[in-house]
């Protein structure tokens, strides 16, 4: 198993351009999520999805949207990149049991420098 | 809301060194506790988990207890090595029918042979 990947590793955009980070996982999990990572901030939750056609909302949406089309795959767009989205963006994917997430796995992740 | 307060360090540590990091939380129910290490360059990996009070999650010589009590999950390691070094996040999956993790800021760890 290849587990969780995310492409591109590394990116630089220009602001106002836009661009899809890829993430894929082959574990069959029903639960995908997005976080970005900032120095001393921690993770912070994009968006998640917990099966094909169905996603929502977590703590800092705005500036991306995402869509879940199969299990496998759930990219993450940037309508317009701003220098504010700079950053290392995750992808992690988990199994629900009862509705419920357990263990989280994680993709290498991608830098994104925006200038 | 749900949150995780945990040392943010930088911890720097000799070889052989007693470690221990700091990790609290807030959250309504029982929650799920989580240790993730992250290696220079690389993704989140789960190094322990606890899912009820007074639960023990162990792993690759760390270990940490869910204590109801103090809402904590200090993470120990008895001796540490160089590759220890790494940045260490706690996390909080919310109650039993929770999907969202919460985490902490992470904390540093640098160990010096």
């Known amino acids: 198993n290849a587990g969780v990947t995310q492409t591109p590793k590394f990116q630089v955009l220009k602001t106002g351009q836009s661009m899809t980070l890829q993430c894929a996982q082959d574990m069959n999990h029903e639960y995908m999520s997005w976080y970005r990572q900032d120095p001393g901030m921690g993770l912070r939750l994009i968006h998640y999805s917990v099966g094909a056609g169905i996603t929502d909302q977590g703590e800092v949406p705005n500036g991306y949207n995402v869509s879940r089309s199969t299990t496998e795959d759930f990219p993450l767009r940037l309508l317009s990149a701003a220098p504010s989205q700079t950053s290392v963006y995750f992808c992690?994917?988990?199994?629900?049991?009862?509705?419920?997430?357990?263990?989280?796995?994680f993709g290498p992740g991608t830098r994104l420098t925006v200038l | 809301g749900d949150s995780v307060t945990q040392m943010e360090g930088p911890v720097t540590l000799s070889e052989e060194a007693f470690l221990t990091i700091n990790c609290t939380y807030t959250a309504t129910g029982y929650p799920s506790l989580f240790w993730y290490v992250q290696y220079p360059g690389e993704g989140l990996q789960l190094l322990l988990k606890?899912?009820?009070?007074?639960d023990k999650g162990s792993n690759k010589g760390f270990e940490a207890t869910y204590r109801k009590e103090t809402t904590s999950f200090h993470l120990e390691k008895g001796s540490v090595q160089v590759s220890d070094s790494a940045v260490y996040f706690c996390a909080l999956r919310p109650n039993n029918y929770g999907q969202n993790f919460v985490f902490g800021p992470g904390t540093r760890l640098s160990v010096l042979p």
């Open positions: 992690a994917s988990s199994y629900l049991a009862g509705g419920s997430t357990d263990t989280q796995y």
């Open positions: 606890a899912t009820k009070a007074d």
